[in-house]
């Protein structure tokens, strides 16, 4: 069983519920037609995380874009 897993980081609000779907489904899409598995065995994780959360470089992703 193919399983995905997307880390983002949650800005803005994060993603819509309509982003998700297509987002989960572009995705599935994808691991069907280079993976050769089936649709229904695909699965889609979405994991928003908040900048305070994700760091770069030892750097929180909330300071990097203060400053920039």
Do not use: F, H
């Not at 572009?26 to 928003?48: F, M, S």
């Amino acid at each position: 069983m193919p399983y995905v897993n997307v880390k983002l980081t949650k800005e803005n609000g994060g993603l819509d519920k309509a982003q998700k779907e297509e987002l989960a489904r572009r995705l599935t899409d994808a691991v069907v037609a280079v993976v050769g598995r089936g649709q229904k065995t695909c699965v889609v994780v979405i994991d928003e995380v908040e900048t305070d959360n994700y760091a770069i470089g030892g750097e929180t992703v909330t300071n990097i874009r203060k400053k920039s």
